[in-house]
């Protein structure tokens, strides 16, 4: 079993930062990839936003490439996204995510709200 628990999402004016942190109850060393997805007000799809490997390999959606970073500290077991100037398009609930073969893990999400 693997628990994902997101934290630090709130309301924002545009321009402004949020950086939403995951901790997962178990190490994180053994996990290749995690990420953040998204889903937006209305819609059903989990949309990726970043996702980092193991090896810090990173990956970024093309609407918030130059804006968030993601980053994992495996002696805490979390991955941080760290969102600068937020956009009203942002909004949206965001969600944890772990692959350790053969399962996916989510966590609850956190939900970021930007107004503006």
């Not at 079993?1 to 309301?11: A, K, P, R, T």
């Not at 936003?49 to 990956?59: E, P, R, W």
């Not at 100037?85 to 966590?107: E, M, R, S």
Request: glycine share 10%; charged share 15%; hydrophobic share 35%.
């Amino acid at each position: 079993q693997v628990q994902l628990v997101e934290s630090g999402g709130g309301l924002v004016q545009a321009g402004g930062s949020l950086n939403l942190s995951c901790v997962v109850s178990r190490t994180i060393f053994s996990i290749n990839t995690m990420g953040w997805y998204r889903q937006a007000p209305g819609k059903q799809q989990r949309d990726l936003v970043a996702t980092i490997t193991s090896g810090d390999t990173t990956n970024y959606a093309d609407s918030v490439k130059g804006r968030f970073t993601i980053s994992r500290d495996n002696a805490k077991n979390t991955v941080d996204l760290q969102m600068n100037n937020l956009k009203p398009d942002d909004t949206a609930v965001y969600y944890c995510h772990a692959y350790l073969v053969p399962f996916d893990y989510w966590g609850q999400g956190t939900q970021v709200t930007v107004s503006s």
